[in-house]
């Protein structure tokens, strides 16, 4: 069975992606599941928390990178393998004493100057945004969705906005996870991220359609404020409305210390169950179990 692609994504910065992105990559390995995590931010936040800086910094210097490999195949026209660039085994959470089984595909802080680049060349060469389009698709079919041999899960934390990488991978994930805390700047920035993606005028200017609506996970959430209560509520009846732009994932992440500071660097090797405590059962658990449900049906 061919590997599912799992898209993290919202326009707006700071609602939880990463945190999502790592916590659903270590569930879904410990879960008996093999995790490709593939880093479309340039500022590489998931590199580093799966990583480490001094791996991370090591891969940059060897170009074992996204944007490294995006500039020798479309601005050099050369022949790069993908598979160099991704790092095995490098989760050190241990699960049933043995590491989890993530690999990361990571990006670094050129990944946006190679994007843009990317536009302007072929801007210059009489390209059209479509066939630049075209472009960036060929290489996600012919390069990402081959890796679901190997994995799978293939999860792509996504930059803030929307980058042309980016795009591409909400437009050809079969899920997308889109973040979202639970208060009225978040949503209503949610609303303009799935116009973009998913709206008619999306619809008119891209030629590749999304394969199902987008899925919403609040983050951040706080049970005991009553403005966030109000603004699930709300979510929640948009999302049974018969011409429902979104569905609503009823897990919540929860507003917690324990889950910020899983992403910090540990002394020594965390256990799965010790690094997250608690939320394995409460949150993590009935998440992967949602995810799984949505792209199996099972």
């Not at 936040?45 to 060897?62: N, R």
């Not at 008619?200 to 706080?222: C, E, G």
Request: proline share 6%; hydrophobic share 45%.
């Amino acid at each position: 069975m061919t590997g599912k692609l799992i898209a993290v994504a919202n326009m707006k910065g700071g609602v939880g992606k990463t945190t999502t992105v790592v916590m659903l990559a270590e569930a879904l390995a410990a879960d008996g599941a093999r995790v490709l995590v593939a880093d479309l931010d340039p500022q590489a936040s998931v590199s580093v928390c799966l990583a480490g800086e001094t791996i991370l910094s090591e891969m940059i210097a060897k170009g074992r990178t996204l944007e490294a490999y995006l500039a020798l195949k479309l601005l050099k026209e050369e022949k790069p393998l993908l598979a160099p660039r991704i790092r095995a085994d490098v989760s050190l959470t241990t699960h049933q004493n043995a590491p989890l089984a993530v690999s990361l595909l990571p990006a670094g802080p050129y990944l946006r100057l190679v994007e843009r680049e990317l536009i302007y060349e072929l801007t210059h060469k009489r390209f059209s945004m479509h066939a630049i389009e075209n472009q960036l698709w060929k290489v996600f079919q012919d390069e990402f969705v081959p890796l679901g041999q190997d994995y799978d899960y293939i999860l792509f934390d996504c930059a803030p906005g929307i980058s042309p990488m980016t795009e591409i991978a909400v437009r050809g994930s079969d899920l997308v996870l889109v973040t979202s805390i639970a208060d009225h700047l978040s949503t209503w920035g949610l609303d303009a991220f799935i116009q973009t993606v998913w709206g008619q005028a999306s619809k008119r200017a891209s030629r590749i359609a999304p394969r199902r609506l987008p899925h919403v996970l609040v983050t951040r959430f706080q049970q005991s404020v009553r403005q966030q209560q109000q603004t699930v509520a709300r979510l929640e009846a948009e999302a049974a409305a018969p011409d429902a732009g979104f569905r609503l994932l009823a897990t919540r992440i929860p507003q917690a210390a324990a889950l910020a500071d899983a992403l910090t660097p540990h002394e020594a090797p965390p256990t799965f169950s010790g690094k997250y405590g608690i939320h394995v059962t409460s949150v993590l658990i009935p998440l992967v179990a949602e995810v799984k449900e949505v792209l199996h049906g099972a």
